[in-house]
Structure formats: structure tokens, C-alpha cells
């Protein structure tokens, strides 16, 4: 062929180019995953290409990624069977900035202090151009799908590249190679203990199977199966294969109690694959412990801080896969995106309305999962006051007239007694205790069922003022309550009127505790139990009370 070309790089890619090389950023296996990233796109493109000409695959149908190590060179070598590129269509991609995502990003670093843009660079992906942080030297050999020649770019990555075709025996049939150079200091990316728990780590979940060898005359072994699971068909996938992917996706050990699975189409596409455990894991009330929903953005992992589900959802387990956020985006970006934000509030709606629904075809298999992860469904009930109605459907609770059954509001509401206005509620720490403490005597000779709330979070939703279906939550330990309008069972006395010696023997008792009290009543709540303690109608709640002295409030 004839001589290779010297051209310039476009401006912007020099600057990035520099940038690049003098960066003092330590986490260079960013360009690991650009690059093999690149390879997996490469194959998808061809693998779409060829729906209508089958002929671009000739008799080398299945995509894969090649990493070849090569020490003794100081070499590592990416290579994929996919589309290819021509030498125009290398100089156009390798040679300009054609993304708006390192347009965004050049534009940042522009406006950042020096210094920072080492910083800026971890956080971008930085394409194809990340391979220039560990390789002094890039050649690319690339072959078009249906392509008689190769073409040859190479860069030093200080301002200009050659491109030509390319000369001799070995290039590939089909697609490209990435050959690196790679710097003195980069020389473990040659060994296969560095590099195979790297590719493992961020692109296990390409779609396209990634095989490794340790030299150029070693047989690959393969890595990673290219299986993207979330992408197939549901109907394709068995409970067994989710299963599986649960255990080695979220590194556990115990089979999903509820798995979700869905493509959202419309504004936004992405794919969902999420599990409820079937074990509380024993970290769910660390404070530090955040969401564990990973990130994916077209199979290629991003990251697992995006905080896609609120915190009372912090024990599902599972990924989301968009399509619409670029992949070279920085976390802190993606934070404030607002394809993310429509992501969070589809996925948890979606979620909620999964359980709710769960809850009515399988009662008892919802049952197991509000057993274990109650407590933290809850804490929504106060940090999420838009959803709370769809929480409070998804609420069970044990109350005095239940025994061991879980009971929902909605049960509780269809038994209602006359004249009953609101949701008694109990706040304690044990059940049996609860159960039989004279606070409830009131309630129990009158049929009236009180909520016995045992968890922590308990205390603060309870008494936020909230209410189901227009009636609010009352403690039964708050004032005189409406029970006075609640008739006893035929044959028992509800009269408020008060004996003369029972109103002399207040007035001792007021005389008697004096400051200690804010007032002595009589009331109708106790019908076996002389005295109680309560709390002032608008004061707060006992057991809160109590377990902000114990948190020393
Ligand atoms: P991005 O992947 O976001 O487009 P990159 O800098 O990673 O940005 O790559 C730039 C372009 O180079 C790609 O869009 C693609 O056209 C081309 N390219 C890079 N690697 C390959 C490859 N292995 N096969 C085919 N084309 C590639
Ligand atoms: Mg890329």
C-alpha cells in the first residue's frame, strides 16, 4: 500500500490528549473498561448490521472480546470480531471529538483550576483516548465487516497519528485490534493476576464473551460469558437462572424472595432486574449501609452509589440498565441528571406496586418479605410523604385483637367500631406486654382493636401526624381520647359521671403529686386497672418520650 499519512489531531483531542498523559490520576484501569467497552459496542453494531446482511458475519458468527497479555513485549492487546472501522472512518472517530459527553468534559476542565484535572479525569470516562494513561504508543488495526484490507492508525498521543493501510500477514479477518504500548510504569497490565479481576470487576456484564490469554501462543481461556441476563426475554430466563445471578450479581447466598424484571419503554428505556432477599441481610440498620442497585449504562457498569432507590429500599438487591445516559458521564453527574431522577421514581413506584400486588395474589410470600424487611419499609412512612399512601397499603400489623396474624389497615378499617374516628396504635417494645397492658383495658371491654407497634421506627412515623384513609393515628397512652363516644357492650356502664367520693379522691391525688403532673382525670379507659399514666393530648407520645431520654435528648 502506499506511505501512511501524518495528521494532526483535532485541537480539543490534543488538549485531552495532554491532559491525559500528564495526569498524575491513579485509577488508570478506566481505560480497561473504555476500551473493552468499545469492543462489546463494536460487536453489537455488527451483530445489528448483519440482521440485514447476514453475509457481514461469514464463518466467524460469534462475537468475542480477545485480551492477548503479552510481557515480554510490554504489550496488551485488546481485539474484537465486530464492525470494524475503514481509514476514514478511523480518522473521524480517532481523531476528533465527536461525543458531547468529552465536549461537557473539556468544557469543565477548561473552567477547573489546574490541577484538578487529574481528578476530573478518574470521574469521565474518557473513550477510547484513556488507552494514551498507561501506553506511550496506540496502534489500531481495523478491517471493516466485509472489508478486503486493513487500515492502520497510530499515535504517540502527542499531537499527530499516521494512518494507512495496513501491510502483512496477521490482521484480523474482521474488526479491530487495539495494540498498547504500554509505559514502563503500566508493565503489570501485562500480568494476567492484575488484569483478569479488573475485566472481571467492571465489564463481566458486557454482552459479549471476553476471553484472555497470558502470551500470544497461550490458548484464551474464557473470563466472562457475555450473558447480559436482564437483556433477554423473561421467558427465556428460568427461576434457576435468576437465582444464580442473584447469588453472584449481589455476592449472596440465598434465593430471591421476589424478583422484578422490566424494560421500561417511553421517555426513558432501561432495563430493571431487581430481587427482594429472602435473608435479612445483618447489616440492614448499619447507618453506613447504602442502596445496593448497581448502575448500568448499555450493559457496561457505571457505578453502585447512584442512590437509585430511597433508603427504606435498601435491602433490594439488582441493577438498571439505561439506555439514555452517556456512558462517559461523571457520578457526580449522574446525580444530578434527570434521566436518573426519572429512573429512581419509575423504579421505586414500580417496586412498591410489585409488593402491593404481591401481597394480594401471594399473601403468605409477601408475608415472609414484610416479616423480614417491615421495620425498614416503614421509615418511608416518614421520609417519603409522597408515597406514603402506597406504604401504608403495604403495611401489616399485629394488634390486640389479632393474636399472630398480620393484619393491613384496610382490615383494620373494615372493623371499625360505631362512632370510632381514628387508628389507636400502642407503642412498646414486647408484644406480650403490650398486648396486656392496662393503657388498653378501655379498648379491649369495648372490641376496639389498637395496632401494637414494636419496632424502633414505630415511635416516629406513629406520631407524625399521619392518618389512613382520612382517620388519624392516635396513641392510646394520648389524653382522653374519643373512646367516651365508643357505646360499652350492652350491661356495662360507660357514664362519665363522677361519684363524689371518686372527685374527693382526685383532688388528694392532685394535692399529693402537685408539680408532678400537668392533671388528674377520671376516665373510661380503664375498666380493671385503677390509675395510668398518659401523655397531654397534644403532647408527644410516651415511648417517644422515652427513647429520646434514652438517646440522652
Ligand atoms: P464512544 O465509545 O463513547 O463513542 P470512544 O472514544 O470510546 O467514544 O470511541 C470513539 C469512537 O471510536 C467510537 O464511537 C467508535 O466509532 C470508534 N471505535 C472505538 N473503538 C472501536 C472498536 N473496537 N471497533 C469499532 N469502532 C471503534
Ligand atoms: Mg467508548
Not at 480477545?66 to 480518522?91: C, P, Y
Not at 454482552?207 to 490458548?219: D, H, S
Not at 436482564?230 to 434465593?255: C, H, L, M, P, V
Request: overall charge negative.
Amino acid at each position: 500500500g502506499a506511505a501512511p499519512d501524518t495528521r494532526s489531531f483535532e485541537a480539543d483531542v490534543a488538549k485531552l490528549l495532554h491532559l491525559m498523559v500528564h495526569s498524575v490520576y491513579s485509577d488508570k484501569d478506566v481505560f480497561l473498561r473504555e476500551l473493552v467497552s468499545n469492543a462489546a459496542d463494536a460487536c453489537e453494531k455488527l451483530r445489528y448490521e448483519a440482521l440485514g446482511k447476514p453475509e457481514l458475519l461469514g464463518e466467524n458468527p460469534e462475537p468475542r472480546i480477545l485480551v492477548t497479555l503479552d510481557a515480554d513485549r510490554r504489550q496488551l492487546v485488546i481485539e474484537d470480531n465486530g464492525i470494524g472501522m475503514s481509514a476514514a472512518e478511523m480518522t473521524e472517530a480517532l481523531g476528533t471529538i465527536a461525543r458531547s459527553g468529552t465536549k461537557a468534559f473539556m468544557e469543565q476542565i477548561a473552567a477547573s483550576k489546574s490541577g484538578e484535572g487529574g481528578q476530573l479525569i478518574g470521574q469521565f470516562g474518557v473513550g477510547f483516548y484513556s488507552a494514551f494513561m498507561v501506553a506511550d504508543h496506540v496502534d489500531v488495526i481495523s478491517r471493516r465487516a466485509g472489508a478486503e484490507t486493513a487500515s492502520l492508525w497510530s499515535s504517540d498521543g502527542l499531537g499527530t497519528y499516521t494512518i494507512g493501510e495496513s501491510e502483512g500477514g496477521d490482521w484480523p479477518i474482521r474488526g479491530t485490534r487495539v495494540v498498547l504500548h504500554l509505559k514502563e510504569e503500566a508493565a503489570d497490565y501485562t500480568q494476567r493476576f492484575s488484569v483478569e479481576p479488573r475485566i472481571k470487576a467492571q465489564s463481566g456484564h458486557v454482552p459479549v464473551p471476553i476471553f484472555l490469554r497470558e502470551n500470544p501462543y497461550a490458548e484464551p481461556l474464557q473470563i466472562s460469558d457475555g450473558a447480559a441476563l436482564w437483556t433477554r426475554a423473561k421467558s427465556d430466563i428460568s427461576e434457576e437462572d435468576y437465582a444464580d445471578f442473584y447469588r453472584t450479581n449481589a455476592g449472596q447466598f440465598d434465593s430471591p424472595a421476589l424478583t422484578l424484571h422490566y424494560r421500561a419503554e417511553g421517555v426513558h428505556e432501561y432495563n430493571v432486574l431487581a430481587f427482594v432477599p429472602e435473608m435479612r441481610p445483618f447489616d440492614l440498620f448499619d447507618p453506613d449501609r447504602t442502596g445496593r442497585i448497581k448502575l448500568y449504562v448499555r450493559r457496561v457498569f457505571i457505578t453502585d452509589e447512584a442512590q437509585i432507590l430511597p433508603r427504606y429500599l435498601r435491602f433490594v438487591r439488582g441493577l438498571v440498565d439505561s439506555q439514555d445516559l452517556p456512558l462517559n458521564v461523571s457520578r457526580e453527574m449522574i446525580q444530578e441528571s434527570p434521566v436518573l431522577s426519572a429512573i429512581q421514581k419509575g423504579v421505586t413506584n414500580r417496586l412498591l406496586s410489585e409488593l402491593e400486588k404481591l401481597s394480594q395474589s401471594e399473601p403468605d410470600r409477601y408475608l415472609a418479605i414484610w416479616n423480614n424487611f417491615g421495620a425498614v419499609l416503614k421509615e418511608g412512612l416518614y421520609e417519603d410523604y409522597g408515597r406514603r399512601e402506597a406504604l401504608l397499603k403495604l403495611a401489616r400489623f399485629r394488634t390486640s385483637t389479632s393474636g399472630h396474624e398480620w393484619r393491613s389497615l384496610a382490615d383494620y378499617a373494615a372493623s371499625l367500631k360505631e362512632n370510632q374516628t381514628a387508628v389507636y396504635f400502642a407503642v412498646g417494645t414486647d408484644l406480650e406486654r403490650l398486648a396486656s397492658s392496662p393503657q388498653l383495658e378501655g379498648f379491649r371491654a369495648r372490641g376496639i382493636e389498637v395496632l401494637l407497634l414494636t419496632d424502633q421506627v414505630d415511635s416516629f412515623w406513629a406520631a407524625s401526624g399521619i392518618d389512613f384513609d382520612g382517620k388519624p393515628f392516635r396513641s392510646v397512652t394520648q389524653g382522653l381520647s374519643d373512646l367516651g363516644m365508643i357505646p360499652l357492650p350492652e350491661g356495662e356502664n360507660s357514664s362519665l359521671e363522677t361519684p363524689d367520693d371518686v372527685a374527693a379522691f382526685v383532688d388528694f391525688v392532685k394535692a399529693t403529686l402537685g408539680e408532678s403532673v400537668s392533671d388528674v382525670r377520671v376516665s373510661d379507659r380503664l375498666t380493671e386497672s385503677a390509675v395510668c399514666l398518659v401523655a397531654p393530648d397534644s403532647g408527644m407520645d410516651r415511648q417517644l418520650e422515652k427513647l429520646l431520654a434514652s438517646a440522652g435528648q
